[in-house]
């Protein structure tokens, strides 16, 4: 494409508001008013030009690392997929509740696909039919669709969103691994040039399939996983599958606490018994628990139909209980850290723990069973640990290092796959040497949540004045802000000197003219609230003594230059950001 | 973007089959077979590398006339829309036999919105509030979804397609007009540097609303369009709004013939009587008309209701009659060549001609409403012409030429809309002058459809041999083909001899190394099959005697060339590509 001679801001639709609406404002509400998106319907938004220029930029960025680092294509699957062909992979019950579910006046049954394993591994099972035809590396970047249940937080959690998908085949599981590795390596030089500082986490693979899998995680506040780290090793877990070694003990066996779950279908509540307060072996401070740091993960590990959204788990229970016509259960999960005799005090002909909630239909009224667990049925050698990873816990891989506990926001996820996709759709080679023989694909999948990473970065980097964006997605790395009385042919020439760097390292750096009718200080706010990472002003001093003004600040730098040291400064400035 | 140093077919996937599956090919089996794309489901695609590749080149030269012609900007809507919107703009009833409708979880209606007048209008309601906001030039280039009762020829008909659409905000009914004057002369462009003889013809506004639209149709006997052009003037004009000089007459009025149509709701037959044979008033041989020639967008004009898609009326007819309970209605529609007594002889107490069809319920036990309609209810000026446009009939425009009728496909429409969907939607601004008072914008709305481009060009300019593709939108504009013996490095040093041609006028050159293992005969059939629009083979004559051979199967090109004039004429055939 012809780059235009000049490309001026007042050519540029972006509507930005200086007053934010509340006090508080987060991300998504900055990349409202900075006009990069407007929200259409619930999780559903309409990217305006600043916004599509930020995700054309990070798409092109994923896109070049997938092509050259991996050899992968790019193709572009349809946003339709069929209700038949989730059906054959078992996933369109699995996920019902979060397909886009619709049918065509044939009445055949689509859906809105949230991600592509069933189509790619159709269309790959038409095309590729020998070992020769393989290893295949196939990616593309489109919007995919779920029915959250409660979009929140803008692009972090929306029901339409952007993602990078890359489906890789292997003829065997050795180079299927072998692949797995290569992008793992790839996805830390894309975080990397991005300048994020995100964690890579060992995960569990859900209901993907395959038994390998890692997320890449960027620590925020707002994030709504946990990710555990070591301070000494490079042992980096989601909280799902983190492990750590328990160095603390019960200060009492009477001081305990219950939380109670139920699950989806209300037949069974759960009580989960944990300590109210503990002692670490090493000493220091005593450690106090509540609820909040119940690992649900682990509960559902045991209660895999457990329903996390319920508050108040009780009054259900009570209601499924006296309706009657179902069998109820109650389950009680103990905490390790608590004694034996605390487990066989729950249950028994006389329980001397109240497992029974009160204010309840009484006992004898309902025909219940009641059942005690207190070990970890999948790993007999791992304690059963219900409370969640503690920042200051010992790390179980290096064992001498401290984990940290963070908050953390998803933005990638790798997962090897094995044969769960191209076993159940046919996608199959040819053994070699026996021509009658065919084995199942070997695959694996790979996504990058574009949309995610625009929310993600806009929250993690913004301060009071607006957003900041790193050169490698910024919508322009560099604008140039005239004050009044400027001879616009100047502002040119400072274009012309900038615009002439064109890359610096992988990253090119594209110019603006804010040539708007408007005062210096005005557009100067609004260059601080879409956040340009380099601003160049030609004001007072320009008039003055022809010197320039560079503004960065996230660099904290503000300094008056010489037309002529221009290039140089910016090239340095662009590199770092 | 940074190119890599090298681009080898080795690393893209386009899975291409040497033999057609049947005798007879047309563009999109060849599409298939040469690896552009894939059918995934009815009418939906996936595009493969290459497939996908075109489709950006033809997406960028689109926006950047867009954004460098026009100043517009580029936003990308959601492909959701609500029904709740359309309802608004009470399109949601009007096209809902083509939406795909559906609910979330909490049971709010949505749609895959087929154009996004509503959307964007709505958008810009929110945020320009006075004419100085205006105009606005918004575009965007995203999948359109449309539940096609017969998707047919893939991406010419598809239910899922890309499509370049821009909407325009003025504040006066002037300057409205003045941009749509502006769209239609980039369009003009836009299809000039594709080289495609696309003609504008004036078309009418449907149910988009506003009274002025053009619709930019190429050439093609797989057209579903008729396309109606002056041979002497510049008159262009779509079958539906075309006029032509009445220039022959009946040979004698008995011989007529009917056509018979009913209405959707199945009550009202119609009856078009035509002459069967006419003298053209200049001499020349008698033309003979059947039912294909009838021109049923002017049947419609007076029958809006008539259901196109209908081949046997009567039996419909006769049932609904039969049932009763409904009043049914027959409708003469009588073409003006036929003679006043004709009409006459329709109705009356003992009608001569029998309108009323036979082996249907007798007449007199049915009681029906049968009227004569012989003028031209929206023109008395006009006479009611019910006869297609023929090749040959004299131009309304100039009068001395003669008209060439032609089947069509079309790439493009512009709408001057009015303020249909800004008064339904409240996209108003303010007076001036009267801060109380708003009135309502001017819009405009422009589209190109890009994947029906791409299924139009292969379709347009294919061979036996495979597809040809216009420089400007091929996959990679050269290819280089390398024998068997010949050495790699040699191949590397005639690729940046090419590479550094870099851009010819507004088309940048592309050039990639076929290195696959592969005879050299296979390569080339692949490269025909493909269509690279220039093939560079290193061959027995590289061998021997450091010749290449230069082939160019759109332009009869095949030549024995140096090294050292390569650039030249390489550049040479770009620009004439």
Not at 218 to 234: A, F, K, M, R, Y
Not at 383 to 401: A, E, F, M, Y
Request: with cysteine; net charge neutral.
């Amino acid at each position: 494409m012809i780059p235009p001679a000049l490309t001026r801001l007042s050519r540029v639709w972006f509507p930005t508001k200086k007053r934010p609406a509340s006090g508080v404002e987060n991300g998504h509400a900055m990349l409202i008013r900075a006009g990069f998106l407007r929200p259409s319907h619930a999780g559903i938004f309409h990217m305006l030009p600043l916004g599509r220029r930020v995700q054309t930029k990070l798409e092109e960025l994923v896109a070049r690392h997938m092509e050259h680092m991996l050899a992968a294509s790019r193709v572009s699957l349809s946003a339709v997929s069929s209700q038949s062909l989730w059906d054959k992979s078992g996933r369109l019950e699995n996920t019902a509740s979060e397909l886009f579910k619709f049918s065509d006046r044939k009445n055949v049954g689509y859906l809105l696909a949230p991600t592509h394993e069933e189509e790619i591994t159709a269309l790959v099972a038409q095309t590729a039919k020998t070992a020769k035809d393989l290893p295949l590396r196939l990616f593309q970047i489109t919007p995919k669709y779920r029915d959250e249940f409660r979009p929140r937080h803008g692009l972090l959690r929306g029901r339409e969103f952007v993602m990078k998908d890359l489906y890789t085949f292997d003829s065997s599981k050795e180079s299927a691994l072998k692949t797995y590795d290569n992008v793992r390596l790839v996805y830390s030089q894309i975080f990397e040039e991005m300048k994020l500082p995100v964690l890579a986490a060992k995960a569990s693979s859900g209901n993907m399939g395959g038994n390998l899998s890692h997320e890449y995680h960027l620590p925020t506040p707002l994030g709504e996983d946990h990710v555990i780290s070591c301070d000494s090793c490079n042992y980096v877990a989601n909280e799902e599958v983190a492990e750590s070694v328990l160095s603390d003990q019960v200060v009492s066996d009477t001081t305990f606490r219950v939380w109670r779950g139920i699950t989806k279908d209300r037949t069974k509540l759960v009580n989960v018994w944990y300590p109210k307060q503990t002692q670490p072996l090493d000493g220091g401070a005593l450690r106090e628990y509540t609820d909040l740091d119940i690992n649900i993960a682990e509960v559902k590990s045991i209660i895999p139909d457990l329903d996390a959204g319920v508050e108040d788990a009780l009054p259900l229970w009570s209601t499924a209980a006296a309706a009657g016509g179902t069998a109820v259960e109650l389950v009680n999960i103990v905490d390790c850290r608590l004694p034996l005799s605390f487990s066989e005090s729950l249950v028994g002909t006389t329980p001397t723990i109240p497992s029974w909630p009160k204010n309840l239909t009484p006992r004898n009224q309902v025909p219940v069973s009641v059942s005690v667990q207190n070990t970890n049925q999948w790993n007999k050698d791992r304690p059963l640990n219900l409370i969640r990873i503690q920042t200051g816990d010992k790390c179980p891989s290096c064992v001498s290092g401290h984990l940290k506990a963070e908050r953390a926001m998803e933005l990638g996820h790798t997962f090897y796959l094995g044969t769960r996709y191209s076993e159940a759709l046919g996608a199959t080679i040819l053994v070699p040497n026996d021509e009658r023989k065919a084995v199942p694909m070997q695959m694996g999948c790979y996504g990058i949540g574009i949309s995610r990473i625009i929310g993600a970065v806009a929250e993690l980097l913004m301060d009071e004045k607006g957003l900041n964006w790193p050169v490698a997605i910024a919508p322009y790395s560099c604008v140039i802000v005239m004050g009044a009385g400027v001879d616009e042919q100047d502002a040119v020439e400072v274009y012309r000197q900038i615009n002439q760097i064109g890359r610096v390292q992988a990253k090119y750096l594209d110019v603006v003219l804010d040539d708007r009718q408007k005062t210096l200080p005005w557009k100067l706010m609004d260059a601080d609230l879409v956040g340009f990472p380099i601003i160049v002003t030609l004001g007072r001093e320009w008039l003055a003594a022809k010197r320039l003004e560079i503004q960065c600040r996230r660099l904290g730098v503000k300094q008056a230059v010489e037309i002529t040291e221009l290039p140089q400064i910016i090239a340095k400035l662009h590199g770092d950001l």
